[in-house]
């Protein structure tokens, strides 16, 4: 009837966990999103947004500067 609250602590612990594990592989390996958003009104574009964004830790973004010689991120 009641939930355990030490079973909520594993739960929530476990979920921290995985969070970590999620965004040490995303720094590890990098993240690129590209995107665009436009606000148009009556077929006229009023505002336009792009949006491109990498996410990486310095040692990948160097790492894979180093492989495509582009010396971007020396």
Do not use: H
Request: hydrophobic content about 45%; charged content about 25%; proline content about 1%.
């Amino acid at each position: 009837m009641f939930d355990d609250p030490i079973v909520e602590n594993e739960q929530t612990s476990m979920r921290r966990v995985k969070l970590v594990e999620v965004l040490d592989r995303l720094l590890n390996r990098g993240v690129y999103l590209e995107g665009d958003l436009t606000l148009a009104v009556a077929n006229i574009d009023l505002i336009y947004v792009g949006l491109r964004v990498l996410v990486s830790s310095i040692e990948t973004a160097q790492r894979i500067a180093s492989r495509s010689g582009s010396g971007a991120c020396e």
